[in-house]
């Protein structure tokens, strides 16, 4: 015997018919009786409303891999085969389908997956006598994960019979979601059902979208706000900046995180770029103002002004909501000093242990060069890693010598993550493409163009980018492959 559980626990929103006027449950299920399973399950947390009738519908109280596994056990009941499916995508092909569950029970796999194709494209198999032992592999852990089978089953991965199917195409490194989780993932999902729709099979959405890179774009993910465009920091790893000190304009701030958040309610924020944020005299005010909007915000900071005052004014916001970063740069205060002028490395170190201290979540970062390599091996030798960012060293389209280590772009080069997913916003109010060419061409000014004209206008640099159509001071960049969010 055999079920499908349609997995919802990680969607907080209904369903909608954005699919020939169908839900994407509805979708599923229309498809899925082909493969005529014996039960049909919807595990969520509550937040569809619109179900077939034929599926059972199951609330679970938390999120947690236990509580999901334990769900799905109960569920099952004498069932040999689980296959587990994604509610909020509509592209389930049950021929391909059907092939996996035939090898699956072939082998007598415990564990049948996909590897290669976009997350909510295949399904996952499991073996129903191994869930309980996975439950007890997990038992005590806290942590909600929507990759909570292979969460589980890598606790002990050589103890499992584990059958892959590999897509012809492989799609990892693309980043691609299908579902409505968060809006980009929405956006891309339908269009690409728009596509497709004629006929819904793996190997063909697999295609199409190897073909057609240049049609995911959808939102902002990552909006990063050059709050100053000074520091009393010199850093090697910087441009030098040889224009007037300049503060970024509260109001303009607030309109553009209004607009991307109402864009990408999972939209993050990184305060920092080439200056010092906490220099901004209303640092407070914007921080604030994010927080808010309940808003994650990151502070990249060289940590010179962090002292008790500073840390008075936060202890009123929410600290699980903001995550400080600090240009630490070195292991030995001799290093430090090549890399960073005008500052002290003791002083950035009280820093740290001051946020530490008072609750917040703080990472040391390491942009990693020639002076600092040999440094980065004593933080490894001392286990001091746990709290450590490692970065990529950038030329800034060729504006800095290549200090950079090791190469690590892709053999094939892709489409530009940066023009896909982020948005830079200089302190003079001025849109480069990306924050590598803040001190190329601009792409749109904000005192004088609207944010959706811009963002129109980065969209068609993706689009180009993806084709191989490169800008000049693009075409030899190798941070093109690098991602935040």
Do not use: W
Request: with cysteine; aromatic share 12%.
């Amino acid at each position: 015997m055999k079920s499908l559980i349609f997995d919802g626990v990680f969607i907080n929103k209904d369903l909608l018919p954005d699919f020939n006027n169908k839900t994407s449950l509805e979708m599923i299920y229309e498809t899925a009786r082909k493969n005529k399973f014996d039960r049909y399950i919807l595990i969520q947390n509550g937040s569809i409303k619109t179900i077939p009738e034929g599926i059972k519908n199951i609330i679970i109280k938390d999120k947690k891999p236990t509580t999901i596994l334990n769900t799905i056990l109960k569920e099952a009941k004498d069932t040999d085969t689980v296959v587990i499916f994604n509610a909020d995508s509509p592209f389930y092909d049950a021929d391909y389908t059907e092939s996996m569950i035939a090898r699956h029970e072939k082998y007598i796999a415990d564990y049948t997956y996909c590897l290669g194709y976009p997350e909510g494209l295949t399904p996952s198999i499991l073996r129903k006598d191994i869930i309980k032992e996975l439950i007890n592999l997990i038992i005590d852990d806290k942590i909600e994960t929507s990759d909570y089978i292979f969460y589980a089953i890598s606790k002990e991965i050589n103890s499992f019979d584990i059958e892959t199917f590999l897509s012809d195409n492989d799609l990892r490194i693309y980043r691609i979601t299908f579902g409505c989780k968060n809006s980009g993932d929405e956006i891309i999902t339908k269009n690409v059902f728009n596509e497709v729709m004629s006929e819904i099979k793996t190997e063909k959405i697999s295609n199409y979208l190897k073909n057609n890179l240049d049609k995911l774009f959808s939102v902002i993910y990552l909006l990063i706000l050059e709050l100053t465009n000074y520091s009393k920091v010199k850093s090697i790893y910087y441009p030098e900046v040889k224009e007037e000190k300049c503060n970024i304009d509260i109001e303009i701030v607030k309109k553009c995180i209004g607009y991307f958040h109402y864009m990408n309610n999972e939209l993050h924020i990184i305060l920092g770029g080439i200056g010092e944020p906490l220099e901004h005299p209303q640092f407070i005010d914007i921080l604030s103002f994010i927080l808010n909007l309940n808003i994650n915000v990151i502070i990249e900071t060289a940590g010179y002004l962090i002292d008790n005052d500073f840390i008075k004014e936060l202890q009123k916001f929410e600290k699980e909501k903001i995550t400080f970063v600090v240009k630490y740069d070195a292991y030995n205060e001799t290093t430090y000093n090549l890399i960073h002028q005008g500052s002290n490395f003791l002083k950035v170190k009280e820093s740290i242990n001051l946020l530490k201290n008072n609750g917040f979540k703080v990472y040391k970062e390491i942009v990693r060069i020639n002076e600092n390599e040999s440094e980065i091996e004593n933080f490894i030798k001392n286990k001091e890693t746990d709290d450590l960012i490692i970065r990529k060293y950038s030329t800034y389209c060729d504006m800095l010598p290549d200090k950079k280590v090791v190469d690590l772009a892709p053999l094939d080069r892709i489409p530009c993550f940066h023009l896909r997913r982020e948005f830079y916003i200089r302190s003079d109010n001025k849109i480069p493409a990306c924050m590598f060419s803040r001190f190329k061409n601009d792409i749109g000014n904000l005192n004088n163009s609207n944010i959706e004209n811009i963002v129109k206008e980065l969209k068609n640099f993706y689009m180009k980018n993806a084709k191989n159509d490169y800008i000049d001071f693009c075409i030899n960049c190798n941070d093109y492959y690098i991602f935040n969010f």
